[in-house]
């Protein structure tokens, strides 16, 4: 037997494994008196702001620009989105100016890397650092308290709450938006002219910059795609599921949704499923913290590092085996 197959048969071993265990989780939660329904319904809700950007970011890669900037997209535009909310009183709208403000990000991105040739990586970070000390210097300047702020309950953008026989069940519209995101991204990259520009462009730019098509405009358009699902996301969390703003809001979801693209190999279904799993990962965490008689047999911080740990896993498992666009992170030069 080859290296190569003994290495692929440990996957799928593993891969059987990590399921097994995650039907072994459920039916624990089960027996022990934690609803079905409710864990699914926080898994949705965990996965949405997940899911939009690892959407994005499939397309952004898919064109040959990296956006490791998630994080920060997040944060700024959680708190872009609560601002503009209060202005406006409304949630939605908020929605709409943190989709705004991740755009203009994914923008200003892909125009340093494409007309600035600056390095994809060292930008995204950049992004990161940059939100670490504008959003605690922002809630501090507009709303004069250090690292949180709480808004009216009325700006949360409405769920759809359905009555069901295991119980009343509630699902964010932003959710069903994220699940079509995934299943619109994978037709507009498999099965349309722009999706066929967009992989030419991550594999091989000089061949489209041959047959006439703009690399620039194309890498571009992308950047800001991923940006504003991002910033959608990232608004989405205050407004849609934590009800109030922190300065460590994001938690490390950037980099998850990163671990998401990468696990999905640049496919949006995967990433979709990505999302699901890490987000059934965070919602595990948050009904052992709340159930009575689990979380004095668990560990607190063992718990909260749940889906850290499983984004771990599942990338040491995936990895290896993911094959990516040949152009990705490297400006195009015209010869």
Same mark, same amino acid.
């Given at each position: 037997?080859?290296?190569?197959d003994l290495v692929s048969g440990?996957?799928?071993?593993?891969?059987?494994?990590?399921?097994?265990?995650?039907?072994?989780?459920?039916?624990?939660?089960?027996?022990?008196? +934690?609803?079905?329904?409710?864990?699914?319904?926080?898994?949705?809700?965990?996965?949405?702001?997940?899911?939009?950007?690892?959407?994005?970011?499939?397309? $952004?890669?898919?064109?040959?620009?990296? $956006?490791?900037?998630?994080?920060?997209?997040?944060?700024?535009?959680?708190?872009?989105?609560?601002?503009?909310?209060?202005?406006?009183?409304?949630?939605?709208?908020?929605?709409?100016?943190?989709?705004?403000?991740?755009?203009?990000?994914?923008?200003?991105?892909?125009?340093?890397?494409?007309?600035?040739?600056?390095?994809?990586?060292?930008?995204?970070?950049?992004? $990161?650092?940059?939100?670490?000390?504008? +959003?605690?210097?922002?809630?501090?300047?507009?709303?004069?308290?250090?690292?949180?702020?709480?808004?009216?309950?009325?700006?949360?953008?409405? &769920?759809? &709450?359905?009555?069901?026989?295991?119980?009343?069940?509630?699902?964010?519209?932003?959710?069903?938006?994220?699940?079509?995101?995934?299943?619109?991204?994978?037709?507009?990259?498999?099965?349309?002219?722009?999706?066929?520009?967009?992989?030419?462009?991550?594999?091989?730019?000089?061949? +489209?910059?041959?047959?006439?098509?703009?690399?620039?405009?194309?890498?571009?358009?992308?950047?800001?795609?991923?940006?504003?699902?991002?910033?959608?996301?990232?608004?989405?969390?205050?407004?849609?599921?934590?009800?109030?703003?922190?300065?460590?809001?994001?938690?490390g979801r950037g980099y998850i949704?990163?671990?998401?693209?990468?696990?999905?190999?640049? $496919?949006?279904?995967?990433?979709?499923?990505?999302?699901?799993?890490?987000?059934?990962?965070?919602?595990?965490?948050?009904?052992?913290?709340?159930?009575?008689?689990?979380?004095?047999? +668990?560990?607190?911080?063992?718990?909260?590092?749940?889906?850290?740990?499983?984004?771990?896993?599942?990338?040491?498992?995936?990895?290896?085996?993911?094959?990516?666009?040949?152009?990705?992170?490297?400006?195009y030069r015209r010869e």
């Amino acid at each position: 037997m080859r290296l190569r197959d003994l290495v692929s048969g440990r996957k799928r071993l593993y891969l059987f494994g990590g399921l097994g265990l995650l039907a072994a989780s459920i039916y624990f939660l089960w027996q022990t008196g +934690v609803g079905s329904m409710r864990l699914l319904e926080t898994t949705l809700i965990a996965m949405t702001p997940l899911t939009l950007a690892a959407t994005g970011e499939c397309i $952004n890669e898919k064109a040959g620009v990296i $956006n490791i900037g998630l994080e920060g997209i997040f944060l700024i535009a959680a708190l872009s989105g609560v601002y503009w909310a209060e202005i406006f009183q409304s949630g939605v709208l908020g929605l709409v100016f943190g989709s705004l403000t991740g755009a203009l990000i994914g923008f200003f991105l892909g125009v340093m890397s494409v007309y600035g040739k600056a390095d994809q990586i060292i930008a995204g970070m950049g992004i $990161n650092l940059l939100a670490i000390g504008l +959003v605690p210097f922002l809630l501090m300047a507009i709303w004069a308290f250090p690292g949180i702020h709480i808004f009216p309950r009325e700006l949360m953008v409405p &769920r759809v &709450r359905l009555d069901t026989p295991q119980g009343l069940f509630s699902m964010s519209p932003v959710t069903l938006l994220a699940i079509g995101a995934a299943i619109l991204a994978y037709v507009l990259l498999h099965r349309t002219l722009l999706g066929l520009r967009i992989r030419a462009v991550g594999e091989r730019p000089e061949a +489209v910059d041959v047959a006439g098509v703009s690399v620039a405009r194309v890498r571009i358009l992308t950047s800001t795609l991923g940006g504003a699902l991002a910033g959608l996301g990232g608004a989405f969390m205050p407004l849609g599921w934590f009800g109030g703003l922190t300065k460590e809001m994001a938690a490390g979801r950037g980099y998850i949704a990163l671990a998401a693209v990468v696990f999905a190999g640049l $496919n949006p279904l995967l990433a979709l499923a990505g999302a699901f799993l890490f987000g059934f990962s965070e919602a595990l965490a948050f009904t052992i913290v709340v159930t009575p008689g689990i979380k004095d047999l +668990v560990p607190f911080y063992f718990v909260q590092m749940t889906p850290y740990l499983v984004t771990i896993v599942a990338l040491v498992l995936v990895l290896g085996g993911r094959r990516f666009p040949r152009a990705i992170g490297r400006p195009y030069r015209r010869e």
